[in-house]
């Protein structure tokens, strides 16, 4: 049966470092744009740098642009809104140990990260939607390694989750189809170095995308 609007899966790509990647995002009409302000990540950005990317998008598609959101981990509640407030971001990403308090505290876009050994916190956190990756302490803020997605199967109908973690062009559309979830995440697997993004690529995942929400 084809997909109404209403289900229409959600992309987020995530990791966006340089404003060419950002346009190309935008134009492919993606929901979400990650930035990435986790000091040790490849992909970390300077909140002056997403400021203006943020803003050029904006300019450029005006109502339709993604929603930007800053990925943090770990890090100082008010470190995360003078960011938000000098990006002018739209959401937050929490990705490390943030308590059900801290996450509250920011609204109205909150994706919760968590890991596929800790499920049991889901529902925990007065978040828009999960973020649902593998385990690696080392690597906090994503993996970018596949797993067993089947093992989401059972929580999709109940929560909100966005599905991370491994995800490419040749393995998303089944994802979408098997899952239906409420959203995918990409990153790693669509670039050509760490934050720099192959627009082939990113094409052919998002189309994967709409062509399993058409299934």
Not at 17 to 23: E, I, Q, R, T, W
Not at 110 to 120: A, V
Not at 139 to 153: A, H
Request: hydrophobic share 40%; with cysteine.
């Amino acid at each position: 049966m084809p997909s109404t609007a209403a289900q229409r899966t959600r992309v987020k790509i995530c990791g966006i470092a340089n404003l060419g990647d950002g346009f190309e995002a935008a134009r492919l009409g993606v929901e979400f744009l990650g930035f990435i302000f986790y000091p040790p990540s490849p992909r970390y950005i300077e909140p002056a740098v997403a400021r203006d990317i943020v803003q050029a998008v904006r300019a450029r598609h005006g109502s339709s642009a993604p929603a930007a959101i800053g990925v943090f981990v770990d890090e100082e509640p008010d470190r995360i809104q003078a960011v938000r407030t000098e990006v002018g971001l739209d959401g937050i990403q929490f990705s490390g140990d943030e308590s059900p308090e801290v996450v509250e505290r920011f609204e109205p876009i909150r994706f919760r990260g968590l890991s596929i050994e800790t499920l049991d916190r889901l529902g925990r956190y007065r978040a828009e939607a999960y973020l649902c990756d593998t385990h690696a302490p080392q690597e906090k803020g994503g993996t970018g390694r596949p797993y067993d997605y089947e093992i989401l199967k059972p929580y999709t109908p109940r929560h909100r989750i966005v599905v991370a973690g491994g995800l490419t062009p040749q393995s998303v559309g089944g994802v979408v189809l098997s899952l239906r979830p409420w959203g995918v995440d990409v990153s790693s697997a669509i670039e050509v170095a760490p934050g720099r993004k192959d627009h082939v690529l990113m094409r052919a995942f998002v189309q994967a995308v709409r062509n399993a929400d058409l299934s």
